[in-house]
Nanobody
Framework: QVQLAESGGGLVQAGGSLRLSCTVS????????MAWFRQAPGKEREFVAA???????MYADVVRGRFIISRDNDKPTVYLQMNNLKPEDTASYFC???????????????WGQGTQVTVSS
């Protein structure tokens, strides 16, 4: 069973920064696309960012210029550097892996348990 373990969430004031990490237990996913989604209470899961093995990146418009996705292909681990955080960024953040980088959550097969990010105003 593939496991994804997220870490790095927490409480931060608006304008602050956090860095999320997610490590995949199976080295077979070293070539997979890796992505972050988020979900706030009462809302649908929302695409945040994705990155291919070749380091091609995708961002949601609402985070572009503030968030940076990166990966360590030796582990494999994906990171999400979140800067200039806003209260509307408050959500549980989930990492996932799939064959293609996409904003469609249905195209990803394995998900982590999520890490909570809370941004106070």
């Amino acid at each position: 069973q593939v496991q994804l373990a997220e870490s790095g969430g927490g409480l931060v004031q608006a304008g602050g920064s956090l860095r999320l990490s997610c490590t995949v237990s199976d080295q077979a996913f070293i070539n997979a696309a890796m992505a972050w989604f988020r979900q706030a209470p009462g809302k649908e899961r929302e695409f945040v960012a994705a990155q291919t093995r070749a380091n091609i990146t995708m961002y949601a418009d609402v985070v572009r210029g503030r968030f940076i996705i990166s990966r360590d292909n030796d582990k494999p681990t994906v990171y999400l550097q979140m800067n200039n955080l806003k209260p509307e960024d408050t959500a549980s953040y989930f990492c996932t892996v799939g064959h293609l980088a996409s904003s469609n959550p249905r195209l990803y097969g394995y998900w982590g348990q999520g890490t909570q990010v809370t941004v106070s105003s």
